[in-house]
């Protein structure tokens, strides 16, 4: 089992910025790869960044590319959420997600990961 917490959400003036951190605990070696998912009221959960734990490559969603970008601590166990030009529409509840070895499937499919936080509430005001 894997553990997450989010943390580092809040209510931001457009064009502002935030950072996520996502502390993981439990089996935490047999990570492969961790993401952030958000969604939004009335919305499908949505893809946002992942990244591979080892080496550390990344993926975004088109909507996020070039302001978003996501780190990892290994020594921490920790994913961080860089969100710059934040706009209204990044307004959702943000998730951190785990995926361990083993399991297959696309980085950008929330199918793909097994352990999930609570969610962290970003809210971007015009």
């Known amino acids: 089992q894997v553990q997450l917490v989010e943390s580092g959400g809040g209510l931001v003036q457009a064009g502002a910025s935030l950072r996520l951190s996502c502390a993981a605990s439990?089996?935490?070696?047999?990570?492969?790869?961790m993401g952030w998912f958000r969604q939004a009221p009335g919305k499908e959960r949505e893809f946002v960044a992942a990244i591979r734990w080892s080496g550390g490559s990344t993926v975004f969603a088109e909507s996020v590319k070039g302001r978003f970008t996501i780190s990892r601590d290994k020594a921490k166990n920790t994913v961080y959420l860089q969100m710059n030009s934040l706009k209204p529409e990044d307004t959702a509840v943000y998730y951190c997600?785990?995926?361990?070895?083993?399991?297959?499937?696309?980085?950008?499919?929330?199918?793909?990961?097994?352990?999930w936080g609570r969610g962290t509430q970003v809210t971007v005001s015009s």
């Open positions: 997600a785990s995926r361990p070895e083993g399991k297959s499937g696309m980085l950008f499919s929330s199918d793909t990961y097994e352990y």
């Open positions: 439990g089996r935490t070696f047999s990570t492969y790869a």
